[in-house]
């Protein structure tokens, strides 16, 4: 059985519909992320299954229990919120002490527990320092100890990482895995970084203004997105507006005004006739000089519009065709190459006969 059940859960302020007929289950001991845009809906939600707010309609269950008549405190469920949220008169450890106290346990046992939460965020000897004693990354390590120290049966995460600098961020992501891995505890994790979600999650469902517009794992998501608006939130993208001419299970055959034929990947439900997109990602992208043989099916010629060199790689974007632009990607592997080609160069562009993939409008 589903640990989480959120079904057809509708939240409305005056006119505006902040959380739309979203559906979503969540399986116990899975790293579940929540992504999308500023104001698309995430907090709201968070929020209904924590206990703090209440759907206008549908039902959230835990363990197959509708929640609707279980106040927050009384409900299996903890919140870590962006701005850390701890109790600034009270130590590192009074702090993660605090929810055991709330429930009543003894102090033996709440002793020999915040011990343990300490250990597991590697802060063992900071139990007796008080907030403004430590960093922004110290400090959010003692807000998931708090979270984790009673085992909650699902810890909601809001944007937890926000406030931290690039290098900390990626630090504490890989500790957050590894802290979900150790505890077992489900994680419903909100956040807006996609590259923080696909990193993080098992599966993530990406929201747009109020619903879900798919539900999937990070490769699937990545890979195969199911709209424009999944496709262009999540990573870099090229699209070029497209005709299908040819449908096969194996392979569709698309037209581009100005280009010609282009091959990609079957879809399922997609046939002849149907206008929409082609969607290629950077990375599937070979860029040549123009005399270099082209051996990938798909192959046009190109002129470097614009380059942004962003140390490791530098994409590039070539217009293959009056107003059609699609970027290309390498990596800077030998020492000190920063760039190979410069705006105006003329360039070869190709890519596999089944990279990309039809997006209908
Ligand atoms: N109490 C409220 N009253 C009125 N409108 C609200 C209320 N809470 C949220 N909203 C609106 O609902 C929408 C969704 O807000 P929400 O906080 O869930 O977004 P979010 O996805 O968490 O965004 P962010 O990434 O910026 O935190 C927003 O347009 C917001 O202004
Ligand atoms: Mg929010």
């Not at 505006?16 to 999308?36: D, K, P, W």
């Not at 891995?181 to 419903?188: D, N, Q």
Request: charged share 20%.
């Amino acid at each position: 059985m589903a640990l989480l059940e959120i079904r057809n859960v509708t939240r409305r302020f005056g006119s505006y519909t902040a959380v739309n007929n979203v559906s979503i289950t969540v399986a116990a001991g899975e790293f579940f992320t929540l992504l999308g845009p500023s104001g698309c809906g995430k907090t709201t939600l968070l929020r209904m299954i924590a206990g703090f707010d209440l759907p206008d309609s549908g039902q959230i269950l835990l363990d197959g229990k509708d929640m609707v008549g279980t106040p927050p405190e009384k409900r299996p469920v903890h919140t870590v919120f962006q701005t850390y949220a701890l109790f600034p008169h009270m130590t590192v450890a009074d702090n993660i002490a605090f929810p055991l106290k709330m429930a009543g346990k003894r102090p033996g046992e709440i002793r020999t527990k915040v011990e343990n939460a300490l250990g597991s965020v590697r802060l063992s000897n900071f139990g007796n320092r008080f907030p403004h004693e430590l960093s922004g990354g110290q400090k959010q390590r003692v807000a998931f100890a708090r979270g984790l120290v009673n085992r909650p049966r699902l810890l909601l995460l809001d944007e937890p990482l926000g406030a931290l600098d690039a290098k900390l961020r990626e630090e504490m992501q890989i500790e957050l895995i590894n802290l979900q891995k150790e505890m077992g505890v489900t994680f419903v994790f909100v956040t807006h970084a996609q590259n923080e979600a696909l990193a993080l999650s098992h599966r993530i469902a990406v929201m747009n203004h109020g619903n879900v517009e798919q539900i999937d794992e990070p490769s699937k998501i990545y890979g195969f997105p199911i709209n424009r608006f999944v496709a262009d939130f999540i990573g870099k993208i090229s699209i070029i507006s497209a005709q299908v001419v040819e449908a096969a299970p194996s392979h569709l055959k698309l037209h581009v005004p100005e280009l010609g034929e282009i091959l990609t990947i079957g879809k399922e439900g997609v046939k002849a006739g149907d206008q929409g997109a082609l969607a290629i990602r950077p990375e599937q992208v070979r860029i040549t000089h123009p005399s270099e043989e082209q051996r990938l099916k798909n192959h046009f010629l190109g002129k470097v519009h614009d380059f942004l060199y962003v140390g490791d790689v530098t994409t590039y974007i070539v217009e293959i065709s009056n107003g059609a632009y699609i970027e290309a990607l390498l990596p800077n592997s030998s020492p000190g190459r920063a760039k190979f080609f410069e705006a105006g160069d003329m360039v070869g562009v190709s890519w596999r006969h089944d990279a990309g993939i039809f997006l209908n409008d």
